[in-house]
């Protein structure tokens, strides 16, 4: 008689799970100093597309204490808030406590979590318009990733427009897939509208390297060169509204410049013409 194979196999020890924690299901490098992920999302986590979480590994150990804290930063999600995954899009920095170690997670790892949304990159914020401008500089196009793909964005305004200013020409790519890949998106096609993408003006720009249009957005604006492009008339407090996120001093420079055409700034509490927030970095 052969011997049975016992009818209960004990399962492989497994690490249990930390709490807040979500696994990495992709992840795309786009140069040496960008790169974008996709995690699960928390069963219970409803956000507003345009806010940001905290996100984070866990840190070297404390040598004076022995033990190991989590490194977590404010990161925007730049997923739609009806997609069942969540993306980032993230800077490297080679000695930057958290990105050094972000820029190596692969498919499988775990990344910590902190299920509660916040930010003022959000429609709540803004009063009714019918142009809707998107600034971004370098990172800061990633609430405006989620901002793109959220039915909201083409139900309440007539035109989009998004300009992307960024220092090489290689940092545009991940902005231009997002643009291009609402064409063949059946699922928005289908829930907003065949064709809802024609709304959208993209204007990416570069400043240290040559592409198809020089310079910074704020510059292009003030000599009336990107109303010329865009074939746009230039910003009106009652037509325009304006999401601005960037470095911080492009978004001062933004936000001065919206006030001096009549925009008032916005938040959740009190909705106006434009909302500002930093690209947050290492
Ligand atoms: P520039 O190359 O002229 O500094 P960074 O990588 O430093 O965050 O910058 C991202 C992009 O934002 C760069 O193209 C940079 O242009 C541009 N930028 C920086 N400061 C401003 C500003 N005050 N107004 C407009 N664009 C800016």
Not at 98 to 127: N, R, W
Request: proline residues 6%; glycine residues 6%.
């Amino acid at each position: 008689m052969n011997e049975q194979t016992p009818v209960t196999t004990a399962p492989a020890a497994k690490a249990p799970k930390l709490p807040n924690t979500e696994t990495v299901t992709e992840v795309k490098h786009y140069t040496d100093r960008l790169f974008s992920f996709k995690c699960t999302r928390p069963a219970s986590l409803r956000f507003r597309s345009g806010e940001f979480v905290m996100i984070g590994l866990m840190g070297d150990v404390n040598p004076k204490t022995g033990k190991q804290v989590p490194l977590l930063r404010a990161y925007s999600i730049a997923s739609p808030s009806w997609d069942e995954e969540m993306e980032f899009y993230s800077i490297k920095v080679q000695d930057g406590p958290l990105t050094s170690k972000l820029q190596h997670i692969k498919v499988g790892d775990e990344i910590f979590m902190k299920p509660k949304p916040v930010g003022t990159l959000v429609h709540d914020a803004l009063i009714p318009g019918k142009r809707m401008w998107f600034f971004a500089t370098g990172t800061g196009f990633a609430p405006f990733a989620s901002l793109l793909r959220e039915p909201q964005t083409f139900e309440d305004y007539d035109e989009i427009i998004i300009t992307h200013t960024c220092r090489q020409a290689d940092e545009l790519i991940y902005g231009r897939n997002i643009i291009e890949s609402l064409k063949e998106d059946e699922l928005l096609n289908e829930v907003i509208g065949e064709g809802f993408w024609k709304k959208i003006k993209y204007y990416p720009t570069t400043t240290r390297e040559e592409s198809a249009k020089m310079g910074r957005i704020t510059d292009l604006i003030n000599s009336g060169e990107a109303y010329k492009d865009l074939g746009v008339e230039p910003l009106c407090p009652q037509n325009d509204r304006a999401m601005i996120c960037g470095n911080l001093a492009f978004n001062l420079e933004l936000k001065a410049m919206l006030e001096a055409a009549g925009l008032e700034e916005g938040a959740n509490s009190k909705p106006a013409q434009y909302v500002v927030e930093k690209a947050f970095l290492d």
